[in-house]
């Protein structure tokens, strides 16, 4: 056997590996029991605030949840029902290029997490704390309000509200998509001495395709803090491939 066939036969298992792991079957899925949970929005609708069937609020003009500068206030995700004061809460969106300010200058400050693209989104909250409504602006406000984290639950919620990213159950491998891992997990909370890890996942929807959803873990510190610890690469749609979002 010549030395050019005996690095085919060496390299085609190896090929035909990575093809499978990359086109073909669904990898296996491991289950957690998803929660049932409600954010209370009662202080909203006091307000005069009403939501529209996407879930963004409009409130009145003389609403006091107005003075907040919410530009778009959103439903919350229902996982965030395990913050801790469980004071009533909504997503406040911040658009810094309709007040006329640079959307790419470093404003970490100024949200707790940002979204969107060339036109991004600075995501904050408004709760209703102490008879009034008040902006939850950036990380230091958040931990500063539902700080110490004190169990697996509200660290799944605390995590959700820090980065933004989804929880995913009961999760259904779809044919056709490319698999990346070796097994799809659902979103679940592992207590650790330093505090708790959580699995979430990021989908990228800026720039083209392919479009990526990765599984991400979180460290939640008791104290509040968030620190990503591991980005795996986890499924694609093919059909995304030449999709272009700005």
């Excluded at 006329?100 to 969107?116: C, K, L, M, S, V």
């Excluded at 639950?153 to 509200?161: F, I, P, V």
């Amino acid at each position: 056997m010549n030395h050019l066939n005996r690095r085919l036969l060496i390299l085609l298992p190896l090929a035909v590996g990575i093809g499978c792991r990359l086109l073909s079957f669904p990898p296996p899925v491991t289950h957690s029991s998803q929660p049932t949970l409600t954010v209370d929005l009662e202080a909203f609708n006091q307000a005069g605030c009403a939501p529209d069937e996407y879930g963004s609020w409009t409130c009145p003009a003389d609403s006091p949840v107005n003075a907040l500068q919410c530009d778009r206030l959103r439903t919350p995700d229902d996982l965030l029902g395990w913050l801790d004061p469980a004071y009533p809460l909504a997503h406040c969106q911040y658009l810094p290029i309709q007040h006329g300010q640079d959307p790419g200058a470093d404003a970490t400050q100024e949200y707790i997490y940002r979204d969107g693209c060339l036109m991004p989104a600075f995501n904050r909250y408004a709760i209703f704390k102490d008879g009034q409504f008040q902006l939850l602006k950036n990380l230091a406000d958040l931990q500063a309000t539902y700080a110490p984290i004190e169990s697996p639950d509200e660290a799944l919620s605390y995590a959700l509200a820090v980065t933004g990213d989804m929880a995913i159950y009961g999760f259904e491998a779809p044919p056709g998509y490319r698999y990346l891992i070796d097994e799809i997990e659902d979103t679940h909370v592992v207590e650790t001495p330093e505090g708790y890890q959580v699995l979430l996942y990021d989908y990228q929807l800026c720039g083209c395709g392919p479009h990526t959803t990765s599984a991400v873990w979180l460290e939640v510190s008791k104290s509040g803090e968030v620190k990503e610890t591991e980005r795996t690469p986890a499924f694609e749609n093919p059909e995304e491939d030449g999709l272009c979002v700005d």
